[in-house]
């Protein structure tokens, strides 16, 4: 059974960094694409990122690009999204996965 | 970037009733389009990808079609556990996906 958990969200004060974690179990992340989404509160659903298998390739939404980065460590079979400069807006649950599977999300919190 | 929308924003249905969402993109993505089910606290699920492949495990009353710009999703006959969120996306470049903003489908 493939199994995404993702970690690392919470409360952080505008302009702040978090970095979530995603650690895969049933499926090899490395021969896959992959991707993290959010969803704003009673919002819907953004696409936040994209990352080749070999993390050679990254892609941004408009709203997070030069501020968020996406990495991989195939090795330990993990995803991660560190989140500088963080605003108000970026409030969300996180979700890492690809269009078969994604995680149960983790909150994000971004107030003073 | 390519543009998605849905149609309607909320539908209200019926038990037994058949319905109809439509998604738009503003340019052709081909069938490089997936449909998601979101519920309260849990992570999307999808339903269709490819435009009109549906997902090992989804009930035969949810069907998809379309290609290029203009896609609809079917349910043939609503059961309880299908009110929810509803949401259409793009995904036929690595460079950008795109949500459309949803539908929500409620009694």
């Known amino acids: 059974e493939v199994q995404l958990v993702e970690s690392g969200g919470g409360l952080v004060q505008p302009g702040g960094s978090l970095r979530l974690s995603c650690a895969a179990s049933?499926?090899?992340?490395?021969?896959?694409?992959m991707s993290w989404i959010r969803q704003v509160p009673g919002k819907g659903l953004e696409w936040v990122a994209n990352?080749?298998?070999?993390?050679?390739?990254?892609y941004y939404g408009d709203s997070v690009k030069g501020r968020f980065t996406v990495s991989r460590d195939n090795a330990k079979n993990s995803l991660y999204l560190q989140m500088n400069s963080l605003r108000a807006e970026d409030t969300a649950v996180y979700y890492c996965g690809r269009r078969e599977f994604w995680g149960q999300g983790t909150q994000v919190t971004v107030s003073s | 970037d390519i543009q998605m929308t849905q149609s309607p924003s909320t539908l209200s249905a019926s038990v037994g009733d058949r319905v109809i969402i439509t998604c738009r993109a503003s340019q052709s993505v081909s069938y490089w389009l997936a449909w998601y089910q979101v519920k309260p606290g849990k992570a999307p699920k999808v339903l269709i990808h490819k435009a009109s492949v549906l997902q090992s495990g989804v009930p035969s009353r949810f069907s998809g079609s379309g290609s290029g710009t203009e896609f609809t999703l079917t349910i043939s006959s609503l059961q309880p556990d299908d009110f929810a969120t509803y949401y259409c996306q793009q995904y036929s470049n690595y460079a950008v996906y795109t949500f459309a903003q949803g539908t929500k489908l409620d009694i």
């Open positions: 049933g499926v090899t992340l490395s021969n896959l694409w």
């Open positions: 990352i080749k298998e070999d993390g050679s390739e990254k």
